[in-house]
């Protein structure tokens, strides 16, 4: 059993922004040239995508809940009814 749950927008989001910095840092250093709006898809880009991933991993997540949920439930009346 994990110790916490996986979000994957908030993966995607600090992949895509660890992204940005990396090409800002990269162009500071000097080991290429990167023109200030390169920055712009990347990041809108990824926070799209990271948006995304969020509301399909609540979905998924709310769906099994549901779905664990009403079986739990109809297993409990399933068992509290008196056998003959």
């Known amino acids: 059993m994990p110790r916490h749950e996986f979000w994957p927008g908030r993966l995607i989001a600090g992949l895509a922004l660890t992204t940005a910095g990396i090409t800002y840092a990269g162009d500071a250093g000097g080991w290429w040239t990167t023109p200030w709006f390169v920055i712009i898809p990347i990041v809108a880009g990824g926070l799209c995508l990271a948006g995304a991933a ?31």
Not at 58 to 70: E, L, N
Not at 73 to 83: D, G, H, I, K, T
């Open 54 to 84: 969020g509301v399909t991993g609540r979905a998924v997540r709310r769906r099994r809940r549901g779905r664990t949920r009403a079986s739990d439930s109809s297993a409990s009346s399933a068992s509290s009814e008196p056998s003959v």
